[in-house]
Nanobody, 129 residues
Framework: VQLVESGGGLVQAGGSLRLSCTASGLTFDDYAIGWVRQAPGKEREGIASYSNHGGNIYYAESVEARFTISSDDGKYTVYLQMNNLKPEDTADYFC???????????????????????WGQGTQVTVSS
């Protein structure tokens, strides 16, 4: 399994960025894809997960209504559209994958991002004030 992120960078507060994650070696039928971020000195935070071809999408409260996760299944690519960025969004962002979720454990990757089993190399997002 390989996950390759792109799209990070420097943006002013209030601006937008779109991260992309292209996956290989897995199928979206069987796996969930999500985004995890880690700011310096802070714990990993699961912020968005996508599973079952969009049937199960979850967000952390910190990004709800500002970030949108979507997928082009045919390209095995998952996107994270980040709007109204804030300085506290500054972090390294990782695309990660694990077994698809069900209705009973849908938020598992938000509450415990260490449940993901594969991850990419990360991309840095810096939001200036």
């Amino acid at each position: 399994v390989q996950l390759v992120e792109s799209g990070g960078g420097l943006v002013q507060a209030g601006g937008s960025l779109r991260l992309s994650c292209t996956a290989s070696g897995l199928t979206f039928d069987d796996y969930a894809i999500g985004w995890v971020r880690q700011a310096p000195g802070k714990e990993r935070e699961g912020i968005a997960s996508y599973s079952n071809h969009g049937g199960n999408i979850y967000y952390a409260e910190s990004v709800e209504a500002r970030f949108t996760i979507s997928s082009d299944d045919g390209k095995y690519t998952v996107y994270l559209q980040m709007n109204n960025l804030k300085p506290e969004d500054t972090a390294d962002y990782f695309c990660e994958s694990g077994p698809r979720v069900t209705a009973y454990n849908g938020r598992i990757y938000i509450s415990n991002p260490d449940q993901f089993t594969y991850w990419g190399q990360g991309t840095q997002v810096t939001v200036s004030s």
